[in-house]
């Protein structure tokens, strides 16, 4: 079982960036495909960027339209981590942020949260001003 654990949430102000990370300790996540997820009270869980390998340490990553141009998924392999980077933040964007991870090496819908098997905790972004 991969289990995921999230960090980098915390109280920003609009227009401000973030970066999340996730990880997992004696796991690697390098080999497995790999999305962020947000939940705002009151609302489903939403697809935001995935990531997975289509070759050796090549990557295709995907972006929701709602978020692309302001949120960028990336790995940094040998620290094992997964990164959400988060520009230009507005209230809207004030959720839940979680991690998820597929057993399955390659997803063709993944945007639906349903593919995804290992998720975290989660991490709190509030953003206000």
């Known amino acids: 079982q991969v289990q995921l654990v999230e960090s980098g949430g915390g109280l920003v102000q609009p227009g401000k960036s973030l970066t999340l990370s996730c990880t997992s300790s004696?796991?690697?996540?390098?080999?497995?495909?790999m999305a962020w997820f947000r939940q705002a009270p009151g609302k489903d869980r939403e697809f935001l960027a995935a990531?997975?390998?289509?070759?050796?340490?090549?990557?295709?990553?995907a972006h929701a339209e709602s978020v692309k141009g302001r949120f960028t998924i990336s790995r940094h392999n040998a620290k094992n981590l997964v990164y959400l980077e988060m520009n230009d933040l507005k209230p809207e964007d004030t959720a839940v942020y979680y991690c998820?991870?597929?057993?399955?090496?390659?997803?063709?819908?993944?945007?639906?949260?349903?593919?995804?098997?290992?998720w975290g905790q989660g991490t709190q972004v509030t953003v206000s001003s």
């Open positions: 998820a991870g597929s057993r399955r090496s390659n997803i063709e819908n993944y945007q639906n949260r349903d593919e995804y098997d290992y």
């Open positions: 004696g796991h690697t996540l390098s080999n497995i495909p």
């Open positions: 990531s997975r390998r289509i070759g050796s340490n090549v990557y295709n990553t």
